[in-house]
């Protein structure tokens, strides 16, 4: 069986412990909760949320609910790298498609997921907002535009020996 998230590094579930502590007490302390934890552990694992049910005695199903609404929100951990493949209408006539399914393919990852490695996380993604460069895609903080799916493979190589 996994390691839970929270048994997985004891000084991150200590501090998360004072998180719940100073917000139990107060009037809707679960966004400020979720918050902290993702911050913390990465993600809103099945195991963070079921300890936060039993501490603020609220129906795990509520906490699942607040947790998949808002897009803040991720219950599987992230990658070190976020790649998002921009989908929007300039990117998408041209070409974004192809360089998403090259990016699946070399990463050997479907949308939405990450890496065994944990290193890349692969998103399509709405606008974001360099259309004049379409097709684009970021990895963390850098655009990459005027992207061919012959390019993502050079990108890509650069992130994997960091």
């Not at 049910?53 to 998949?68: C, R, W």
């Not at 998103?123 to 684009?136: I, K, Q, S, W």
């Amino acid at each position: 069986m996994a390691a839970s998230v929270l048994t997985e590094n004891k000084e991150k579930f200590e501090e998360f412990k004072k998180v719940i502590e100073e917000y139990k007490g107060k009037e809707g302390p679960l966004m400020p909760i979720l918050q902290k934890a993702q911050e913390i552990f990465g993600c809103l694992s099945l195991d963070v949320q079921n300890y936060i049910a039993e501490e603020l005695n609220i129906p795990i199903t509520d906490i699942y609910g607040v947790a998949t609404f808002y897009a803040q929100f991720t219950l599987k951990p992230k990658g070190k790298y976020k790649i998002g493949v921009c989908m929007g209408t300039a990117c998408y006539v041209k070409g974004s498609q192809k360089v998403l399914d090259k990016l699946q393919e070399i990463l050997n990852v479907k949308v939405g997921d990450t890496t065994d490695d944990g290193k890349f996380t692969l998103e399509a993604t709405r606008c974001l907002g360099a259309c004049g460069l379409a097709p684009v895609m970021m990895i963390n903080d850098h655009v990459y535009g005027r992207l061919k799916p012959e390019d993502v493979e050079g990108i890509i190589a650069k992130y994997k020996d960091e």
